[in-house]
């Protein structure tokens, strides 16, 4: 399903949102917030609706949908959109702005197929009865694509996954193109409720820098085939201004590895869990938040 508003496209089929025809990245609860209030326009969501479909079988703290709303507000801004696409209706929730126009062109298409076969048939004798039997028929499967679809849009999943506890003190953006192997890792961070950002590249690591705060930046060093991935996304984050902590998590140990990444202004290369566990804390004192 394609939607046109404003000077932006959003389809959920694709899982794609354009800006004057150009492709931008969108985390996923923001995309997933968008996508939801245009399908429910023009009625508004309350908050708990809103947090049961963002958060399912999750528990997060009152002000996660309001900071998620406000961010998701300041990056559309930010890459272009033209309107304000998310309006907040005062004691109830919040809804979608604009007129939405819905695109469906295979939908579309079969349908203007079928009826012009069936006009066809309307010319025969006695065909009436049939022409609207079959434009019925039509009409309904056409629902019941949208219907199919509209389901199998909600369950697709992207390469950037979040996770944020009740209360939490922080944001880790954690970078690696097997993020599996980090499970007990950010585990541990969970419990100690700071939030956990994971995605596979540096381009979209530098795309969420730029929209949104993390209190730390872990990243493995070698990545899809590039030894030195995390040393070039260390590098590009300071020559952008960006002076986010920054952490290597890597298998191998090497003296040279930790001179190369504090040089490039990083904050250190860890090879044990329990020693990523001790730089990382340092940045989530209680008395610093």
């Not at 309904?140 to 219907?147: K, P, S, T, V």
């Not at 369950?155 to 953006?173: H, Y």
């Amino acid at each position: 399903m394609e939607y046109q508003f404003s000077n932006a496209v959003l389809n959920s089929r694709e899982q794609s949102f354009k800006v004057d025809g150009k492709r931008v990245v969108l985390e996923e609860r923001a995309f997933k917030l968008l996508a939801y209030l245009i399908d429910t326009h023009p009625k508004v969501c309350t908050q708990d609706e809103l947090v049961a479909f963002l958060w399912p079988d999750s528990v997060v703290s009152s002000w996660s949908l309001p900071r998620l709303i406000s961010d998701t507000r300041s990056l559309l801004r930010r890459i272009g959109v033209k309107h304000d696409l998310i309006f907040t209706v005062r004691g109830q929730g919040y809804k979608f702005n604009p007129e939405v126009k819905v695109h469906c062109p295979q939908a579309t298409n079969a349908v203007q197929i079928q009826l012009a076969m069936l006009k066809a048939e309307h010319h025969s004798d006695g065909a009436h009865l049939k022409f609207w039997i079959g434009v019925t028929l039509v009409m309904c499967c056409a629902c019941i694509w949208l219907i199919i679809n509209h389901a199998f849009v909600h369950e697709q999943n992207v390469s950037f996954k979040a996770s944020e506890p009740t209360d939490a003190k922080g944001r880790i953006l954690w970078v690696d193109d097997n993020p599996k192997n980090n499970i007990k890792e950010q585990g541990y961070f969970l419990k100690q409720k700071i939030g956990i950002y994971n995605t596979t590249s540096t381009q979209e690591a530098l795309l969420l820098l730029s929209m949104y705060d993390y209190t730390v930046v872990i990243s493995d060093m070698g990545r899809s085939g590039e030894p030195l991935a995390g040393l070039k996304l260390l590098r590009a984050m300071r020559a952008a201004g960006d002076d986010t902590p920054f952490y290597v998590y890597t298998w191998v140990e090497s003296k040279k590895q930790q001179e190369v990444i504090l040089s490039a202004g990083g904050q250190g290369v860890a090879t044990k869990k329990q020693d990523l566990y001790d730089y990382v804390l340092l940045h989530f004192d209680d008395e610093k938040i």
